[in-house]
């Protein structure tokens, strides 16, 4: 029998959860990006990868997607969520 996904409330514009799915903080500021409590990034971001260096050597990333909070893979890329490379979600049965 699968899990039942719990279901995590998140602004569907910015994709920025209401609710921390690690600590269950609902305290974040304005434009916080982290929750405060327990570090956890706020937006279910695909995981990101570098895809060259700049002429100073400096790292280049692919563009990161912002996913649902369910998601352990991207929508868009295919590539890990940082909710699942992090825990906060099980793999999918």
């Known amino acids: 029998m ?6 995590v409330q998140f602004d569907p514009v910015t994709y920025r959860v209401k609710e921390c799915p690690r600590c269950h903080n609902t305290e974040f500021s304005e434009d916080a990006e982290y929750c405060k ?3 956890l990034i706020l937006v279910n971001y695909c995981e990101p990868v570098q895809i060259d260096t700049d002429i ?3 790292p280049m990333y692919a563009k990161q997607h912002a996913n649902p909070p369910d998601a352990r893979y991207c929508e868009h890329c295919g590539r890990e969520t940082l909710f699942y490379v992090n825990g906060v979600l099980k793999s999918y049965n």
């Open 37 to 39: 409590k327990c570090g």
């Open 56 to 58: 100073n050597g400096t």
């Open 2 to 7: 699968a899990e039942k996904e719990t279901t």
